[in-house]
């Protein structure tokens, strides 16, 4: 039995994805050992998230501004939309170092047994960027599950007639996550979309 902070330690460590209980006491332990100077880095790091990190404005990418470096980045095409799921989708496909463009997060997909509907995604700010912008074309890169195959469809059916659009090639498995896929399985994906 251990003192209740360091139970409370394991549990909220345990709240973490993929954290069974092992894994927490051996996180809780780690801290335990730490020097005052990274118990305050880790405090800090956890207690500023909220206030410090934003939603860019523009495409909904995590950023510490108002803007995000991809899409304040005058280097880039912004010609060219990548829709993803999540802005850990972004991270993805930036390991790769090949796509220039812009990116739109839609935070989530479309799951009618969720409950998640298209009006909960953020599909209007896109809509908007594609009226507003000149945009050529958008690359729909939501994962190959149903609800991302869902959602893709329902992209290209609301844009096909105002922009080019594209989707990644099938050289991710099916019910995959693309945030799990090696920078070379992405680029031949990117490559081959159609």
Not at 55 to 81: A, F, P, Q, T, W
Not at 98 to 123: A, M, R, S
Request: glycine residues 6%; aromatic residues 8%; charged residues 25%.
């Amino acid at each position: 039995m251990y003192p209740k902070r360091f139970e409370d330690l394991i549990h909220a460590f345990q709240l973490l994805p993929g954290v069974g209980e092992k894994t927490a006491q051996r996180y809780a332990y780690t801290v335990l050992d730490w020097n005052a100077e990274e118990r305050e880095i880790f405090i800090n790091a956890i207690s500023h998230m909220k206030e410090d990190i934003h939603r860019c404005k523009i495409c909904g990418n995590l950023s510490d501004g108002e803007i995000c470096d991809i899409c304040s980045d005058v280097n880039r095409n912004h010609h060219m939309i990548c829709v993803v799921q999540s802005p850990k989708d972004i991270q993805s496909f930036e390991s790769m170092q090949e796509y220039n463009g812009v990116y739109h997060v839609l935070n989530g997909t479309i799951n009618i047994q969720k409950g998640i509907l298209p009006d909960q995604l953020n599909i209007e700010s896109l809509k908007n960027r594609i009226e507003s912008e000149n945009i050529e074309e958008i690359i729909l890169a939501t994962d190959p599950t149903v609800d991302g195959e869902t959602t893709a469809l329902y992209l290209e059916k609301i844009f096909k007639d105002h922009v080019k659009v594209t989707r990644l090639a099938y050289g991710i498995p099916m019910g995959s996550h693309l945030d799990y896929a090696d920078s070379l399985t992405l680029l031949k994906a990117f490559e081959n979309r159609k």
